[in-house]
């Protein structure tokens, strides 16, 4: 039913991307351990088939939704965004996936819903940093409704022409390219459409640290390192940092979503 | 006790030059390692990790000569020079690995010392060893006195310092730098108890003398 996407999306940017290598072995996945290299390592135990979302809250047709079945209903695509984490490391990765606005017209979203959550799964004998990671599971994030609706927001399947390695948050991730990664969240189980803010992970952990929106911003700094510049991944030893862009370099196209925001306040 | 002889012939055997020697190589070797890509996709971070960790590791070694011989009669005491310079040495490639490979930008870096508390605190620990690498010398003993050996008790603090900036380093509370902190803190808290035990010998000495109480 999907047309294969001919050339390249207006939303994808034209700097290299990072190796497949890189993308799949450098993850921040708590439920897999805290190192970088603990997902690459552990979440081979993840089961992912079969997959399904429940979808729920504020919407028309709550209930649980198959993957295999969404992904015929939706139009798929290659995104190649920037990828800037909290931790102020940087990389370029195509994404495969569909836009998540697609998902939350299938479902139909009511009037009164303002905020969008979502949750990863948790699986104990699978997830070997259930237990070990002291985090309140499962891990929660949330967006606004008109981000999760703006058209640069995806729900990733797949990184280069591979399905989404399970490190990377098989088989379906949320992919916010203007918000730090950890907005990102991985191996989604649970949608739920609300009028409330939802509570998400490291905002409930440290609430002076990881505010609600966490948008990219150069100007406002983690109360414990600066987030002015990145160390760009793939570089090296002796890479350059680079300048971080408000935004992340999206500032074109979501900074109408924050006008008359303070985002220093709102971080 | 077998053991701990066999332990002490041993280490009396093997000359200090060695320590030093293999203490040298081994941030080189680090960073040869970085340098060639095997230390993974992101070696800046990778490279100042392990040099911390080393430099705590090596904290530990020394602060734990002392307990070793009083607990079990290992007797470690020749090496104890060569680890305190060499601490210095690994938290100092740890410290140059943060400026230049990793912060880069000197304005961010000053920024970063005064404005970061988990920075903060690694300079203060850092500075309180500087005074104590230069003064591990036989010349500044002499000269010292017993000054030397009040001097040498910021080491204390430097090994608690340490410990709190690797806790403050992670996003959340992680495994790795809780046990280092414990470990650190047994090494201290067992000097607290010996020197109480002490006082309390000394005391006990005098009051049987006298008989007061």
Known sequence: AIAPALGASKYSTDAAPNTFDEISAYNNFYEFGTGKEDPARHAHQLTIDPWSVQIGGMVDKPGSYGLEDILTKVSQEERIYRFRCVEAWSMVIPWYGFELNQLLNMAGVQSGAKYVAFETLVREEEMPGIRSVNIEWPYREGLRLDEAMHPLTIMATGIYDKPMPKQNGAPLRLIVPWKYGFKSIKSIVRVTLTDKQPQTTWNMLQPREYGFYSNVNPQVSHPRWSQATERTIGGGLFAKRKETLMFNGYEEEVAGLYTGMDLAKNF | ?213
């Open chain 2, 1 to 213: 006790m077998v053991i701990t002889d066999h332990i002490n012939s041993g280490a009396r055997k093997l000359p200090i030059w060695v320590v030093y020697a293999a203490g040298l190589v081994w941030p080189v070797w680090l960073f040869y390692l970085a340098a060639t890509g095997a230390m993974g996709i992101d070696p800046v971070k990778a490279l100042e990790h392990e040099l911390g960790e080393l430099g705590l590791q090596a904290l530990i070694v020394g602060l734990a000569i002392t307990p070793l011989r009083a607990m079990v009669g290992v007797n470690l005491i020749r090496f104890r020079r060569a680890i305190g310079i060499l601490t210095f040495y690994f938290v100092s490639a740890h410290l140059l690995v943060w400026l230049i490979l990793d912060v880069q930008i000197l304005s961010e870096i000053w920024k970063d010392i005064l404005k970061r508390p988990y920075i903060t605190v690694g300079m203060a620990a850092f500075v309180l060893m500087t005074p104590l690498a230069v003064t591990s010398n036989s010349w500044s003993v002499r000269k010292l006195g017993p000054r030397w050996r009040k001097l040498h008790k910021l080491v204390y603090r430097t090994a608690a310092l340490g410990g709190i900036h690797y806790i403050m380093v992670g996003k959340t509370w992680e495994a790795e730098s809780l046990i280092y902190m414990v470990v650190i803190l047994a090494l201290l808290g067992w000097r607290v108890h010996d020197s109480r035990k002490k006082q309390r010998g000394r005391a006990a000495q005098s009051g049987s003398s006298t008989k007061l109480a």
